[in-house]
């Protein structure tokens, strides 16, 4: 069997104008300036205690954690899963890895269990993803731990894993853990910085990430 570990926001998900607007309104009511959606989406991928420390480095711990309590209010008094659609092409990629009997999926993202419960959930793809890793027990990404435990879950071998994300902190965390990174195109980091970070190629649309999962898959099996 191979594994394919996903990313969440950035990848599945456009969840930018979400987020930024989670970040906004814990800023807002903490009395802080907001920050700007470009350096929000520079965190997108972080566990939220590590994105609230880059976006606010002269703040103390108590304020730190402030924020990340008013991130969270926003976030799940507020959510609006149309807000954060799939990407176009999303739904055909899962459903033609997924109908394979050569093939698991998994999930690995700095989202809460609690936020990526809405989003399968509102996208119907509860059960879809035999493994699902999510920064609530485990240090922040690009530490290996969520794709480590995704391995010892499903019983598949670093070499035989593939980790698709958007961010430089995907690819960095595949290279930690020994999997294989797939960037893609269309996230938050540019393309640049995904292949600086390990990614081994970065797909410009879910029909050639598919394709070169195809690639992969067959390469292996010879």
Known sequence: MKLIIFDVDGTLVDSQHHIHRGMGHAFDRAGLPAPGLDAVLETVGLSLPHAIARLAPDADEAMHARLADGYRAAFHERHVPENAPLYPGAQECLDALGARDDLLLA??????????????????????FVS???????????????????????????VDAVMVGDTSFDMAMAVAAGVTGFGVGWGYHAAADLKASGAVLVASDFSALTRAIDHWVAEGSR
């Open 132 to 158: 699902l890793q999510t920064a609530d027990g485990h240090p922040s990404k690009p530490h290996p731990a969520m794709l480590h435990s995704a391995l010892a879950e499903t019983g598949v071998d670093a």
């Open 107 to 128: 999930v690995a993202t700095g989202k809460g269990r609690r936020g990526l419960d809405v989003m399968l959930q509102h996208h119907g793809l509860q059960g879809r």
